[in-house]
C-alpha cells in the first residue's frame, strides 16, 4: 500500500512559473476571497482554510503568488527589508545604513514560503552556529523559514498535524513581527512578519481551540456540487497539465487585473470609512453568537474594510460585513450543546435574522 510519503508532491516538479493561475480556479469564492482579504491587510491575522484532501486547498495557496504585487527590497539585505520602511528593518540593515551605505531598492516577488510538517525547530527559526561564534567571536546566523516569509505568506499544509510548539511559535512570531533566536546566552533578531495560512482537514484532527481563535479567517473548502462547474475545474486542470505556459498565458490579463486590484485596494484601505451603524452591527451580530472577547469584531472590521478596499468602494456597508461575516466568525463559536446545527450555519442564521434575508 502507498503512504503518503511516496505520493509524488504535486507541485515539486513545475518550476515556478508554471504556477496554475489563481484566476483559473473554479468556484471556492469564499478561499479566494480569505486570501485576498490577507493580501489587502496582512494584519488580518492569518487565514486557515479547512476541507478534505482534493479540494484544491493547496493550490490555491500557491496559485496567490501570481496576483500580488511585487515588493520592492533593499538588495542588500538577506532578510529583503523595505528600504522605505522607517524602524522595520533589521539589525544589519541599520549597521550598512550607520556604516554610511546606501542602500540599493530592487523588485522581488512576494515570498509564499512552504513549511513542511517534519520541519524541525532550527531549521523553522534558523540556527546558530555556537561553535563557530566561540571560536570566531562573530554571530553566524542560518536564517530558516521564518526569514524567507518575511512580507509574504508562510503555508502549512495539514496545520492541524503540525507540532503544537510550531503552531505557537509561528502565531507568535506573526503576531509579534520578529522571530528572536535565542542559544547559549547569544541572541538574533530579525523582523518576520508574514501571514500565516494553514490547511488542513478537519477529520483528521482538531485544531486546539486557543489555536484556532488567533486564526483571523477561517474558510471552509468543498468540492463544487454543481456538474458545470467541476466539468469546467477538470477541463481547466487538464489544460494546464498539457500546456502550463501556454495556460498560464492565457490567464495573465486576468492576474494582472486581480494584481491591479490588490495595489489600489492596499494605497486606498487607510481612507476606506466604517460608519458607527456597521460597527453596532458587527457587534451585536457578534453578541448574538456569544463570540468572546472582541477578537470577532475586530476581524469582522478589517475583513470588511479590505472587501470594500478591493471593491473600491469608500464607505464599508452591510453588504460587505455580511460578505465577510461566516469567515471571521465561525472558528470562534463555543459549542452549543442545544444547537446540533455546525458553525457555518450558525453564522449565516444570525446573520439573516440580523440583516434579513435578502441578497446582497
Ligand atoms: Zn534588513
Known amino acids: 500500500m502507498a503512504t503518503r510519503a511516496d505520493l509524488p508532491h504535486p507541485e515539486a516538479p513545475r518550476p515556478v512559473h508554471a504556477r496554475f493561475p489563481f484566476t483559473a480556479i473554479v468556484g471556492q469564492d469564499e478561499m479566494k476571497a480569505a486570501l485576498l482579504i490577507a493580501a489587502v491587510d496582512p494584519g488580518i491575522g492569518g487565514v486557515l482554510v479547512q476541507g478534505h484532501r482534493g479540494t484544491g486547498k493547496s493550490t490555491a495557496v500557491r496559485a496567490l503568488a501570481g496576483v500580488l504585487p511585487p ?48 520541519a524541525t525547530e532550527d531549521r523553522v ?130 492576474e494582472a487585473t486581480v494584481r491591479r486590484r490588490v495595489t489600489d485596494a492596499r494605497s486606498r484601505i487607510g481612507a476606506v470609512a466604517v460608519p458607527h451603524a456597521v460597527l453596532r452591527r458587527g457587534a451585536e451580530l457578534c453578541a448574538r453568537l456569544g463570540t468572546d472577547g472582541v477578537r470577532g469584531e475586530l476581524t469582522l472590521l478589517r475583513a470588511a474594510r479590505a472587501t470594500a478596499a478591493y471593491d473600491g468602494a469608500s464607505v464599508v456597508d452591510d453588504g460587505h460585513l455580511r460578505r465577510v461575516a461566516s469567515m471571521a466568525l465561525r472558528h470562534r463559536l463555543r459549542r452549543d450543546p442545544l444547537d446540533d446545527a455546525g458553525s457555518s450555519a450558525r453564522v449565516e442564521r444570525a446573520v439573516g435574522e440580523l440583516f434579513g434575508a435578502a441578497v446582497v
Open 71 to 118: 515588493l520592492v527590497v533593499d538588495a542588500a539585505c538577506r532578510y529583503g527589508c523595505d528600504p522605505t520602511a522607517n524602524g522595520a528593518r533589521c539589525d544589519e540593515c541599520h549597521a550598512r545604513e550607520h556604516a554610511g551605505a546606501r542602500a540599493r531598492a530592487r523588485r522581488a516577488p512576494v515570498p509564499v514560503v512552504d513549511l513542511p510538517l517534519g
Open 125 to 254: 527559526v534558523g540556527a546558530l552556529d555556537l561553535e563557530r561564534a566561540l571560536r570566531t567571536g562573530e554571530k553566524a546566523y542560518e536564517p530558516g523559514l521564518l526569514a524567507r516569509a518575511h512580507r509574504g505568506f508562510l503555508y502549512v499544509d495539514e496545520v492541524n498535524l503540525l507540532e503544537d510548539h510550531l503552531v505557537d511559535l509561528l502565531l507568535d512570531v506573526s503576531q509579534s513581527g520578529e522571530n528572536v533566536v535565542e542559544r547559549e546566552g547569544l541572541s538574533v533578531r530579525h523582523p518576520a512578519r508574514f501571514v500565516l495560512v494553514g490547511s488542513g482537514n478537519p477529520e483528521e484532527g482538531d485544531l486546539r481551540p486557543q489555536l484556532l481563535d488567533r486564526f483571523g479567517v477561517s474558510v471552509e473548502v468543498t468540492t463544487p456540487a454543481d456538474p458545470d462547474a467541476r466539468v469546467e475545474a477538470v477541463l481547466r486542470r487538464d489544460a494546464f497539465d498539457r500546456d502550463p505556459e501556454g495556460f498560464a498565458r492565457q490567464w495573465a490579463r486576468a
